[in-house]
């Protein structure tokens, strides 16, 4: 649910009156005994008068919105910093309640999170309209931005007021970064346009195909345009069909099926255009601006510039075949069965990333499921060829499983029928670890036993971790990066997503316990087993210490120098990304600020 601006604007002039925009600098406060300087938020003498936000409205044709989260239909009235206004719609109610763990439902809402613990868990859908509905992490206005100048208005107020921004294109975000209390969101999700091309001229270092797409192009929206193409094409993105591509995806890195073909996304990336942080229209690639193109390339969202478009190579569609294996509760109640499983499974994964393929699995208590294993440009027969020794293992041992393939003509044909949507909603924290083929090969044993701490992290939290799995080596196509992500994924076998889920209404208490134990139990215990390893910077653990080199290796010190170039006053953040090291959100998941000692 958004409002149009001046609908509650209007309301709340007494409560806005009077306070004057000043020159942009940090407002100091104390916080357990530290000082900081803070970024500008409602209530501070700096936040912009109530003309400034009408001006602003008006330079972006009237797409400032004030936010209210989606499950505010469901309450008798929003409580927003800008007042209370009356909100309950039983339809509207009805809708949020059936939709709210559905993804694509979810990025289509103008500030909404995929996963909802960074936005306090407020507002969520209720059968209670008299319970309390509060702003919670949301940011306080969004630019539902149509042109690339509303994205501009929005960065050079953002920047001349010292406001936290935000930039969102989907929400498909699991650690934080597309949401901010207190904050300006901008939204570049309209931005939807696709261009394809079969002879791409712009860099004299590549003349194949490829693709140009907006902001607020999805995965799945673009593999099926790919598709729809003559002859059919791809493009290397994500599984999961709502992350957005030019978003986080390839300036995180990216990875997805076609990564064992052709490497990460930020690898396939060929030209950005965008927005600086001092408000200067942009293309970096190759021949301009070539040190920004690289650090655009997989050295971290929202960390640089603001993405307006990006340019990736297209790939010919080809044949492949998809294998799924289960061993679950169906199968065996004996947890010792089970483990040893996951085990075999496991064991082969060296095996099954030098033969080329991809496999996404999940992992909980008695639940491996494996959907699918991918061999692009492969038959199921010869699928079945390179798992028998897996499956004969299986059986050697007496662990019982199911297991069916499947042929298709295309790698687009397999997405759809082969990969599930991921569900909305959910609360949890996340971590993760990446294994190379030296950490599988000299400990595989010890790795399923860090799967295990996983799982069951403390007595009372028995069963209650899960493990998202992607079996993929970056660098079996492209064994030289020419992105600024990690080199250890060039060597990489499994790559981990680990998550903990938070009980709804936990107190602040909670919230720091179960992040000790995200941090201190599940991930160290997954680094202890994989000491080649590296973590992902889209989907790791941003508390974690030392992540400027478990996220980027050694390629953080160049990252380091070139956010200081383009981002040298700190307009963008986006938690443990380059350049971040000062700044911490204070005051109980508040306050953006820059420690001064």
Not at 229 to 256: D, F, K, N
Not at 288 to 304: H, I, Q, R
Not at 346 to 358: E, F, P, Q
Request: glycine share 10%; net charge negative; with cysteine.
């Amino acid at each position: 649910m958004v409002w149009p601006w001046l609908s509650v604007g209007v309301s709340v002039l007494t409560y806005l009156g009077g306070v004057e925009s000043s020159p942009p600098s940090l407002v100091e406060r104390t916080w357990n005994g530290t000082k900081y300087g803070c970024k500008c938020y409602l209530g501070d003498e700096c936040w912009p008068s109530i003309d400034s936000w009408a001006e602003l409205n008006s330079t972006v044709g009237g797409n400032l919105v004030v936010d209210v989260p989606p499950g505010a239909s469901c309450y008798n009235t929003f409580e927003g910093p800008l007042g209370t206004i009356s909100t309950y719609d039983a339809a509207a109610c009805a809708d949020v309640t059936a939709m709210f763990s559905d993804e694509l439902w979810s990025t289509e809402h103008p500030t909404a999170a995929l996963w909802t613990y960074f936005t306090n868990d407020t507002c969520r859908p209720t059968a209670n309209p008299t319970e309390s509905c509060t702003l919670g992490y949301y940011g306080v206005y969004v630019i539902v931005a149509q042109t690339r100048d509303h994205i501009k208005a929005g960065v050079d107020f953002a920047r001349e007021n010292n406001l936290r921004l935000i930039i969102r294109n989907t929400g498909h975000d699991f650690i934080g970064r597309s949401t901010g209390w207190g904050a300006l969101v901008i939204n570049t999700h309209s931005f939807q346009d696709v261009e394809f091309t079969t002879e791409y001229n712009a860099t004299s270092d590549y003349n194949g195909g490829a693709v140009t797409i907006g902001a607020g192009v999805q995965g799945r929206a673009i593999l099926t345009q790919a598709h729809e193409q003559s002859p059919p094409v791809t493009v290397l993105t994500g599984e999961c069909p709502t992350v957005g591509v030019a978003g986080g995806l390839v300036q995180g890195g990216g990875h997805g099926p076609l990564t064992p073909l052709y490497g990460l996304t930020a690898d396939t990336a060929l030209s950005f255009d965008v927005i600086t942080t001092d408000g200067k229209f942009l293309t970096a690639n190759s021949e301009e601006n070539p040190d920004l193109f690289w650090a655009l390339k997989g050295g971290g969202p929202s960390a640089f510039a603001v993405v307006l478009s990006v340019t990736l190579k297209t790939f010919p569609a080809q044949k492949a075949a998809g294998v799924i294996v289960d061993i679950n509760s169906t199968h065996t109640s004996d947890t010792d069965v089970f483990w040893e499983g996951v085990k075999v499974f496991h064991k082969h994964s060296n095996t099954i990333v030098d033969a080329g393929l991809y496999a996404y699995f999940e992992l909980m208590a008695l639940r491996l499921h494996i959907q699918p294993i991918v061999g692009v440009g492969k038959t199921s027969a010869e699928m079945e060829a390179l798992l028998q020794p897996m499956f004969d293992e299986l059986k050697a041992k007496a662990i019982p499983y199911d297991t069916v393939s499947k042929d298709f003509d295309t790698l687009f044909d397999l997405y759809i029928d082969m990969f599930d949507d991921e569900a909305a909603g959910q609360s949890a924290l996340t971590g993760g670890w990446l294994f190379t083929h030296e950490d599988v090969k000299e400990n595989n044993d010890g790795i399923i036993e860090a799967f295990k701490t996983v799982v069951s992290p403390r007595d009372d939290l028995a069963n209650q971790g899960f493990i998202i799995g992607h079996l993929w080596d970056a660098g079996h196509g492209t064994p030289v990066s020419n992105s600024a992500t990690n080199p250890r994924f060039r060597k990489s076998t499994d790559f981990t997503i680990v998550g903990l889920p938070v009980p709804i209404g936990a107190t602040w208490a909670q919230k720091e316990d179960l992040q000790n134990i995200l941090t201190n139990v599940q991930d160290a215990a997954m680094k202890k087993a994989g000491p080649n390893g590296c973590a992902y910077v889209n989907e790791g653990d941003p508390y974690q210490a030392d992540w400027q080199h478990n996220f980027w290796g050694t390629e953080y010190p160049k990252l380091l120098e070139l956010r200081q170039k383009w981002d040298p006053n700190g307009v963008l953040y986006a938690v443990a990304t380059p350049g971040t090291e000062d700044w911490e959100v204070i005051e109980y998941g508040t306050r953006l600020c820059r420690k001064y000692e």
